[in-house]
Structure formats: C-alpha cells, structure tokens
C-alpha cells in the first residue's frame, strides 16, 4: 500500500473519539470511560440535551440521565431518537432519583460548583454507592475549583485525573475524583491543576491558563487590595510543581 493510501485508511479507521460530542463534552466522556471497563453503569446528573448521557450507551452497560427540569428534558434528551439505547432519562433533583448501583459512575456538567457541592451530598454518594465522580464546572477560576476540590477531597475522594479545553472564549476544567479506600495510605490533597503540569498533552494549555489567572489574580490584588485565601493557596503551590 502507497504510504498515501495508509494516510487515507488509517484518516477512516473508526476511532474511540466520538463525533457526536463537543471537545468539552468528549472530556466528560473520556474520563468517565477511564474508569475501566468493568465499570458499567453512569449517571449524566443535569443532563438537558442528553448528548453525553446517549453517547455513554457506547461504553456503559446502563446509562441515566437526569435534569431537574422537565421543560429541559422535553425539549432535550427526551426529543432525540434513543432507539435501541440503554438509557434512562429521570426527571430529579441531583442524585435523589438514583437507587443503590445504579451508577458507579456520577458525571456532572455545565453548572457552578456551588450548585455541584449541592449535589454532592455526602450521604446521597455513600447510598448509590458511587466509586467515580467526573465533574466539569462552569467557573474555571483557581478559587472556585479551589472551592470544589477541597469539598470533593474533603469527603473522601481523591484527584484520579484532570483535562483542560481552551472553547469559546472559556476554560473547562474537567476532573475524575475517585472514592479513596478507607485503608489506602495517606494521600495528599491535590491542587486543581496538579496533574496537568505532569500531562504533556496538556500542559500547553494548562500554562496558558495558569499565566492568564496568574494575571488576573494579581489584577484583582491592585484593585481590591487583597487576595482570597485560595487564590493565594493556588499560587503557593505553583513554583513547587
Ligand atoms: C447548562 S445545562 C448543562 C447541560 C449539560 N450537562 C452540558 O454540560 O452541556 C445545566 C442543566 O442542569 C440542570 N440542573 C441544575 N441543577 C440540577 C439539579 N440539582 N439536579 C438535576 N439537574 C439540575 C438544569 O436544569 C440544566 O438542564
């Protein structure tokens, strides 16, 4: 075969990737697919569209998607043709409709984190008996991931993985939190970003977000005068990584 011909093969192979999603979305995908393959059920929590919670019928054995909102659903998931797919969409709040193991997975995207620290109720998680979070929030400021991650760490979970997307003018970044075994060793809580400074892929885009906020946080002192305690936190570990 001309070394052309194998381009062109290769160009058609059928890929992992999914084409149905945006790149944000596909992040949410990926990590939720990380979790391993004898991992088999997800809930897609506000899930509107249904995008992700259709496409995670590729790789999960049961999927639920779940949105607050009715209209949403109506107008979102529940108007596209899931056929043949493994997916059930609940109307709920947060994690109430879900049932013990139903979901090893949670993903959530597309809200702030205070909405996200709602959802995570501790007890809800330890019911279904949850062992992966993949979580995507709207704020990208260090101080706001901040907010998430000692939330999310601070019940038991640790940082597993990260990605980060530079679209439409904004930053995602996208985090899979696992539940830490009550007996493993003591592990450290991680900064949001910590494993993108070690991820070659992303690095590029994780230094352009870095020297932006670092920016901006500095911007924030000359106006304001002062410097939230996260902020601060988030940039005291920057040098050392
Ligand atoms: C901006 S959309 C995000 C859709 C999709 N996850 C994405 O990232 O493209 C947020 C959705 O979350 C839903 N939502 C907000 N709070 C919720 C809650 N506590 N429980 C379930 N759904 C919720 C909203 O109704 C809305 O449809």
């Given at each position: 075969m001309t070394r052309s011909a194998l381009a062109l093969a290769t160009a058609l192979l059928p890929t992992v990737r ?224």
């Amino acid at each position: 075969m001309t070394r052309s011909a194998l381009a062109l093969a290769t160009a058609l192979l059928p890929t992992v990737r999914s084409l149905a999603l945006p790149p944000r979305l596909q992040h949410v995908f990926d990590l939720a697919v990380s979790c391993g393959n004898d991992v088999l059920s997800v809930a897609d929590i506000g899930t509107d569209h249904g995008l992700l919670a259709s496409e995670l019928t590729k790789h999960f054995q049961s999927v639920i998607g779940v949105d607050k909102s009715e209209h949403a659903l109506q107008g979102g998931a529940l108007s596209r043709d899931n056929a043949g797919r493994n997916v059930d969409f609940r109307v709920g709040n947060g994690l109430q409709t879900l049932r013990r193991g139903e979901a090893d997975v949670v993903c959530i995207a597309g809200m702030g984190v205070h909405t996200m620290c709602e959802i995570l109720d501790p007890h809800s998680l330890e019911t279904i008996d949850t062992q992966h979070l993949v979580l995507q929030p709207t704020n990208s400021r260090p101080k706001h991931l901040m907010l998430l991650y000692e939330f999310v760490e601070g019940h038991g979970w640790s940082v597993e993985d990260e990605c980060i997307l530079y679209t439409q003018g904004r930053w995602y970044i996208t985090t899979r939190f696992d539940r830490s075994h009550p007996f493993s060793s003591y592990k450290r809580s991680s900064l949001p970003g910590s494993i993108l400074t070690t991820k070659a892929s992303m690095y590029p885009e994780f230094s352009n977000y870095k020297d932006h906020h670092v920016q901006w946080i500095g911007q924030d002192k000359r106006h304001t005068g002062k410097m939230s305690d996260a902020d601060r936190r988030w940039l005291e570990i920057l040098p050392r990584q």
